[in-house]
């Protein structure tokens, strides 16, 4: 079994895992001794901080061991491609690979290749399964139910593995999701950016990834925020009651404000952080529990 895709999760799946990284949030301790004994190799080809030392801080208190391969000083920087990498790592024996890649479909490559569980922790530009779990179980914190909700994702959804895998997620939930960003950095068919905001209960918003980008948007300092960016004037048109989630890191002053950022009551950033740990040590012991 392994967690390549949210389409890799079945209905139930996904509710269990929900009510276990909740109850993981609530008490961390619950997690104790439950992987002892098991090994799980981080791979992160790409640079990481939330999602990397999450993995890690939840393999520790499943009571696993968390080991990373540090790419800049392995065997990659020789050549050595992705399968042989995988095939390596698999003759270890570990319980669970988590694989962070610049390419898309690179985490379904190493999982045809291992016979361990490997966990996407982003792939390219196309996926980012656990980060769109542990957004579901923050607002869902927050309001309960999501059936009915309006959730507006704003930024470079070009780009963005965690717009496919929240859009694909939330919706499944009963959530009506609205993509929205500059033009150049959104699929056809996506919203305005005042639309998207018109009584949204939650607005998670992107950075713009530049380095993916062919060539530079050209924007001034100051100019994205100005006219794509999310400020308090901007967000009075969502609900007075919602919140604000980004899934870091914040570009401040480009994406997001430092006031939205750093909204009391509001700003769900940092609950977020703390939830990437309950919900990878939920998707471990899904994955690997004994």
């Known amino acids: 079994m392994h967690l390549l895709s949210i389409d890799s999760l079945d209905d139930a799946a996904i509710a269990q895992l929900l009510e276990r990284g909740a109850a993981f949030a609530a008490d961390p301790a619950l ?3 439950r992987l002892a004994g098991c090994t799980v190799f981080n791979c992160f080809y790409e640079n990481s901080t939330r999602t990397a030392m999450s993995f890690a801080q939840a393999a520790a208190r499943l009571g696993a061991q968390a080991i990373t391969l540090s790419v800049e000083h392995s065997s990659v920087k020789k050549g050595e491609t992705l399968a042989d990498t995988a095939r390596t790592l698999g003759a270890m024996g ?6 962070r890649h610049r390419h898309d479909g690179a985490a379904a490559e190493v999982a045809s290749l291992v016979d361990c569980p490997v966990v996407n922790a982003g792939d390219g530009t196309n996926e980012h399964p656990t980060q769109a779990l542990l957004d579901a179980l923050t607002l869902t914190q927050h309001f309960g139910s999501l059936d009915g909700r309006r959730v507006a994702i704003v930024g ?4 963005s593995r965690v717009a496919r895998s929240n859009a694909k997620l939330l919706e499944r939930l009963g959530v009506e999701v609205r993509l929205a ?3 150049r950095l959104v699929p056809p068919g996506c919203m305005s950016f005042d639309s998207a905001l018109d009584g949204a209960d939650a607005v998670m918003m992107l950075r713009v990834q530049r380095e993916r980008l062919d060539e530079e948007l050209g924007d001034a300092p100051g100019e994205y925020l100005r006219l794509h960016g999310l400020t308090l004037e901007r967000l009075a048109r969502a609900r007075p009651d919602s919140v604000v989630l980004h899934p870091g890191p914040m570009n401040r002053g480009v994406e997001i404000a430092d006031e939205v950022a750093d909204l009391p009551g509001r700003s769900l950033i940092l609950r977020q952080v703390a939830n990437g740990v309950a919900m990878r040590m939920a998707v471990l012991e899904h994955l690997v529990g004994r």
């Open 31 to 33: 997690g104790a001794g």
């Open 94 to 99: 570990p319980d669970a690979l988590v694989l």
């Open 156 to 159: 470079d959804i070009r780009h």
């Open 181 to 183: 960003g500059p033009d």
